[in-house]
């Protein structure tokens, strides 16, 4: 069975501060995609980044940037010069090919607060 | 704004009621899925539909049933309510079925069981 760990439950930095936020995962796939979400005060779920898994390159836009390491299972979300704009829950989830059916297994969330 | 809406926003009910969450796709999206977000549980996948059909089922208690109608859209029916179903209802849909789809979710529909 396919799992996503997102050890850090909350992270808290001031603003202009680096932060990464780890997402680690688990399948026995060969093919997987790999996404981030953003869950802000007001509730929705933001799609942020997806990745798939032969594809290691990392991407960067603007301040969000995203590693990807098949050999530690690892894809991580890095925001450069946090702002407060930034403070929400963000979620890693992990999609396997499974048919024409598919869905989403999340982590638990890292709740980051930005301060000034 | 997603695209994805999803009504009504608030729903407070009693325990043993049934209560029925709407969900209308991103225009052009042809899958639809539902989420369950609590604070013990946290985000969970309960149902796939695409154009439709069922095509994935996930933790979805006996108890709720969903269904995709002919303009896809899609409701989510949950009955003998208990206080362990108050949670946040997410309806995201995506373009195929694909797992390589991006999923677009709506605001949520909070459900309170009193």
């Known amino acids: 069975a396919q799992k996503v760990t997102q050890a850090q439950t909350e992270i808290s930095v001031v603003e202009k501060e680096d932060v990464t936020l780890d997402c680690v995962y688990e399948?026995?796939?060969?093919?997987?995609?790999l996404f981030w979400y953003k869950q802000p005060p007001s509730g929705e779920l933001v799609f942020l980044i997806r990745r798939n898994s032969f594809d290691e390159q990392n991407e960067i836009s603007g301040r969000y940037s995203w590693n990807f390491q098949k050999s530690t299972s690892s894809f991580n979300f890095t925001i450069t010069a946090s702002q407060v704009v930034d403070s929400a829950v963000y979620f890693c989830a992990l999609s396997e090919v499974a048919g024409t059916a598919s869905k989403l297994t999340f982590g638990t969330g890292t709740r980051l607060q930005v301060t000034l | 704004d997603s695209g994805v809406t999803q009504t009504p926003k608030h729903l407070i009910t009693a325990t043993g009621q049934r209560v029925t969450l709407r969900c209308s796709p991103r225009s052009g999206d042809l899958s639809v899925y539902w989420y369950q977000q609590s604070l013990d549980q946290g985000l969970q996948f309960l149902i796939q539909y695409y154009n439709g059909e069922e095509r994935a089922k996930g933790n979805i208690l006996e108890r709720f049933s969903a269904q995709q109608f002919p303009d896809l859209h899609s409701e989510l029916n949950l009955s003998s309510l208990e206080l362990g179903d108050s949670a946040l209802y997410f309806c995201?849909?995506?373009?195929?079925?694909?797992?390589?789809?991006?999923?677009?979710f709506g605001p949520g529909t909070r459900l309170t069981v009193l």
């Open positions: 399948t026995r796939d060969t093919t997987y995609y």
């Open positions: 995201a849909s995506s373009v195929t079925s694909a797992s390589y789809n991006e999923q677009f």
